[in-house]
Structure formats: structure tokens, C-alpha cells
């Protein structure tokens, strides 16, 4: 997972900061290509977002590593290292959907299960900028 961040597009809060966890993947388990690709729903307000305006940025937290579990520190203590990618989210283009559905099942099989009314596609991030917070 990883936290993404847009600019919102919608009611009250409309050009102010935004942000939600999403699931993620960048390959199969044998597989990395270092490009995030997304599993999404029109129905959650961050696609809604990215459709309007492609740029986002996206923070991975070493929250879920070993290091900073193993020695008992906070995720939010500098130690922990972050990563933040920014770029611009796009659809996946039709010759890359059977990559990018393989990548997220893969990894992440409770996907599989979600309800098919929500109308998931996949988005993939393609990177400007990367950013790494490792202290």
C-alpha cells in the first residue's frame, strides 16, 4: 500500500490537498519494474481526483518493513525510511491491463473478490520525481 496524494476536484474542499492509502503493485513477485500500478474504482474520490488532474504523489512508508518492526521504532521516527514518487497517474493502456492484472492479483489475491459494480480499472503512475527521506 502507499499513500497517494491529488489535488481534489469536487465540492467544499475543490483544489485543496487530498489524499488516501491505496493498494499497489509494481510487477509480479518475480517481476518488479518499480512502476506503481493501481487497481481503482471510479466510485472513490481520489480516482475522481486523478481523472480531472493527473499529477499526484505517492509515499511508501517502510512502516510494513522489517527494520523499523524489528528494532521496535515508530513508523513515523526518521529512521524508518520513506520514499515519495511523483508523477502523473494514467490509465493503463490495453496492451499492459494482463501486466498490470497480474501484478495486483498477484500480490494482493483478496482483490479478486471485490464487487465488479464498482467498475475497477487500472491506473499506473508514471514517475517525474522520487524522493527518498532514509536518515
Known sequence: WGFVATRAAR??????????CLLLSDGPVNNST????????????TVTDLLKNPMASLTLPEADGNFC????????DPRC????????????????????????FSRHPVVRKWPRSYEWFFMKMNIEHIWLQSW
Do not use: S
Open 69 to 76: 518492526r524489528k528494532n521496535v521504532i515508530d513508523p513515523e
Open 11 to 20: 465540492g467544499k474542499i475543490q483544489g485543496m490537498p487530498y489524499g488516501n
Open 34 to 45: 518499480g512502476i506503481p500500478f493501481f487497481y481503482v474504482t471510479p466510485k472513490d474520490n
Open 81 to 104: 525510511a520513506r520514499l515519495t514518487l511523483t508523477g502523473q497517474m494514467v490509465t493503463v493502456p490495453p496492451e499492459e491491463v494482463e501486466f498490470a492484472k497480474q501484478a495486483m
